[in-house]
């Protein structure tokens, strides 16, 4: 037996990030960026406003108060959007929009709060009190005071969520260099297996696994590609796996056990570079990696939680780093167990669990469902993986146990 | 100035849940389900084997053991999905792997570790021993354990995630139905406003909101309809205004703030029922939210930071519950604020903030960046808002401050 971090050690030193596509911005929410975003402007474009209020010059105002305000002539009204073409002069003032160029003379902008109109209600024409002294430059966003033309507002390893999709366009980019998103054939095997729609007679079962496979995949941020049956015969099995190298990886469920009716394991060795391990690990011990064709290739074992748990241990860490992620490992927090445990002391466990907060501000950890059922009621109902380390055959209520959090991200405080 | 709170109630109060709609397994991840699923089949199907073994009779091997191990006759082998015709008898055992029906007269599984291979290599014809005992039932899943026919295994309102499409495709649905995702149209407002493959000329700005609020629609759980820009007109405003009943929810950026330029409000005021509050908070205080024909509308500020986070405060709440979900509140925590911050004490501040886990467990968080940016750089590094009180106008370093996070999803423990 291999630990578990031996295998996904010897997994991820075999897998390098995909190469790289353009796509729309929207496109690019969640994935990861390839190249820096540079901007083909400066930030503020130009001086500009950021208050409602009136441009005014610093000298005439520096003394204004309630008590004796200063009276200025407005000569001007600036729009946002509009290039101002009237200047400033001593003893006069334009009233401005936010976001609007500062025009020529002006300094500094008195927000309204501190005036009051005077004659014409203050606009053009018309006169306006400042009540409140302004220093230099108050109230005005300068040229290139945030970025420089130029200059890279995001880098490439990033990833792109909403505000860098902002970013990004404010600066000149209605497209952007991701890194790929893998595409993932998805094959399960084995005579017992029907259809979701077809009724299992005697001896069968749904294939559930392709469904929830592609659901995990999609979630990690690859492309599912769901290929179908293999039956449990040399030519059926042969003719799926051979389409590994239309992909960027391929994961198949069952076939891979010690049941002498398994086909799977025999057609691999003589398609793929492969290693069969027993990781010390339950659920989902026995794990097939290697390639097909080039083509890193998973067998996962075909119980529905044993797959689902071999998914998140080894091939969701391969989907993020061909995408591109740095993070590679699930959020862990350390919970106190709620209940006693007995286990084989030669394996760790992920318990199906459930973590809640405690009002105290840590965690606690129960198991979410029944540990050896052929549904994946306790995987649906729980939110973590309680794992309980090699070592131990027994562990106690109010111990405190590390937990995998799989309804959060990667990277995530 | 009306609070938050009154706010989102004020909001919440007048969106309900969208009718339903029928979709793929796949295309049900992350929505929230409409009506239970209900099993077509008993789980277990059969009476079946938990372990590659051997299906003895409980009374022919109770008292074996490693010393005086029990030969039993092998009369068949029984690969996963095939249905056994031949019983299990006196004296007898069948070989029989994971998943595959137990035989009639067996009562009982013993794994293979536990017998040792007689004549013929343990195979049909030949004879196994078996060196230990069992107990009635051992390793033997029974029929309709787990679920019976016309059981649930998931309720309405559950949100369906990987696990949750593989326990629907057990036990027989290959389409589910849920909320429907909400449509929302998104425009902006503004004569200062180009595209993004524009290079803005002088008191010009990109339209980069459109694309950051798609993006948060997007991953709000809603459906982007990016209808374009809006000019400083009361015919431009109202054509793009007047779609709004062809969606489930429009919002738009900019024109709703006291600049006498804004004709949006204008417009608003004659095709819609229509609030305009002044919300106590920073950034984002002018929020406008009603209807146009019946359809939810929302005018958010313009300012690109103040449009993400009035779309966070007010717009998502919203989505997630046209969607049919019932936890709307992001998850907040409790952080140490590591610096001195200055505010005005009527209205809360939502600093952009980065949230880091202490080694302790607790949280620290620090601004991210330029709280006065007309970039989104300080909304792209950071992972929360940290909320600021009315009431105050200073807080000090080291106190502890609770932070909105928005890199995790609502309900999240």
Chains 1, 2 share one sequence.
């Not at 994935?31 to 400066?42: G, K, N, T």
Request: glycine letters at 12%.
């Amino acid at each position: 037996m291999i630990s578990v971090e031996e295998a996904q050690e010897q997994v991820l030193s075999r897998i390098v990030a995909l190469d790289t596509e353009r796509v729309t911005l929207l496109e690019s929410l969640g994935r990861v960026l390839a190249a820096d975003v540079i901007s083909d402007i400066d930030v503020s474009p130009f001086d500009n406003s950021a208050m409602d209020g009136y441009a005014v010059r610093f000298a005439d105002v520096r003394d204004a108060s309630e008590a004796s305000p200063v009276t200025l002539q407005v000569v001007d009204h600036i729009p946002a959007g509009v290039q101002p073409e009237i200047p400033v002069g001593p003893g006069q003032a334009s009233r401005i929009m936010t976001g609007a160029p500062v025009p020529d003379g002006a300094d500094a902008v008195v927000m309204v709060e501190r005036t009051r109109a005077g004659s014409n209600g203050g606009s053009t024409g018309g006169t306006v009190e400042v009540l409140r002294p302004v220093t230099p430059g108050e109230n005005i966003r300068s040229r290139g005071e945030e970025v420089r033309e130029g200059e890279a507002v995001l880098l490439a390893g990033e990833t792109i969520g909403p505000a860098a999709i902002g970013l990004a366009a404010s600066v000149g980019h209605d497209t952007l260099l991701v890194r790929r998103r893998p595409r993932v054939a998805i094959v399960s095997t084995g005579d017992e297996l029907v259809e979701v729609t077809v009724k299992p007679g005697p001896g069968k079962i749904r294939n559930s696994n392709s469904h929830s496979l592609a659901a995990q995949v999609l979630q990690a941020g690859g492309e599912p590609y769901v290929l179908g049956i293999a039956r449990d015969t040399e030519e059926d099995t042969r003719a799926l796996l051979k389409r590994a190298p239309e992909f960027d990886l391929m994961v198949t469920t069952g076939g891979v056990s010690m049941g002498d009716f398994d086909v799977v394991k025999k057609v691999l060795e003589e398609m793929g570079k492969l290693d069969f391990w027993k990781v010390a690990m339950r659920p989902g011990a026995p794990q097939t990696f290697g390639t097909i064709g080039g083509t890193p290739f998973f067998g996962l074992p075909g119980n529905p939680t044993s797959t689902m748990v071999g998914f998140e241990m080894f091939v969701r860490p391969a989907i993020r780093k061909m995408a591109g992620f740095t993070a590679l490992a699930r959020p862990r927090v350390v919970a106190t167990l709620n209940h006693d445990t007995k286990k084989k002391s030669d394996r760790r466990y992920f318990l199906r669990g459930r973590l809640t907060r405690s009002p105290g501000g840590g965690y606690t950890a129960a198991i979410s469902g029944n540990q050896s059922s052929a549904l994946l009621t306790a995987m649906h109902r729980g939110n973590c993986l309680i794992s309980l380390p090699e070592g131990e055959s027994f562990v106690a209520a109010g111990t405190e146990v590390m937990c995998i959090r799989i309804d959060i991200e990667e990277g995530t405080a």
